[in-house]
């Protein structure tokens, strides 16, 4: 069995990937919009980072809670392409879109892989933390870009 500690550092681990991620592309576009998204992105993944680095107290860990939100699914039928400095923030919302959804995917599968309540548990509110994220941009892009359909 893996410990929790392990499990955490861990998820500090992709947060630290998909900071890197979006700051690396945000100093690399030309898109105004796109540069500012990026860096909102960037920096609640540091966030997100720092929440699982203060969860090293167990008494913390298990008062850990996040809100549960709905998967609005509008990404779904969405295609995402790489991004670069030449990217709209409509590529960009897509691409973010689908790296959260990738995220909350693999967190929602080692939940189900899961054979202790504690690591269960955790995968759920970290499964959670990704969607929270995902369901953000979607709305985004919902009042972006479909808000006149």
Do not use: C, R, W
Not at 40 to 51: C, I, N, P, Q
Not at 59 to 88: G, P, T, Y
Not at 106 to 130: C, G
Request: proline share 1%.
């Amino acid at each position: 069995m893996t410990d929790i500690k392990e499990l955490i550092q861990f998820a500090i681990k992709k947060e630290k990937e998909a900071y890197e991620l979006y700051s690396g592309f945000a100093n690399k576009t030309k898109n105004p919009a796109a540069k500012k998204l990026l860096e909102e992105l960037a920096e609640e993944e540091l966030g997100h980072k720092t929440t699982l680095e203060n969860l090293s107290d167990p008494e913390k860990l298990f008062n850990f809670k996040i809100e549960s939100v709905q998967d609005l699914k509008l990404s779904d039928h969405l295609v995402a392409h790489s991004i670069d400095e030449n990217s709209d923030i409509q590529s960009v919302l897509t691409f973010a879109m689908k790296a959260e959804k990738a995220a909350f995917d693999l967190y929602t599968k080692m939940s189900e892989a899961a054979v202790d309540e504690k690591n269960l548990a955790l995968f759920q509110q970290l499964a959670q933390m990704e969607l929270i994220h995902k369901n953000k941009l979607e709305s985004l892009y919902d009042d972006m870009f479909y808000a006149d359909n």
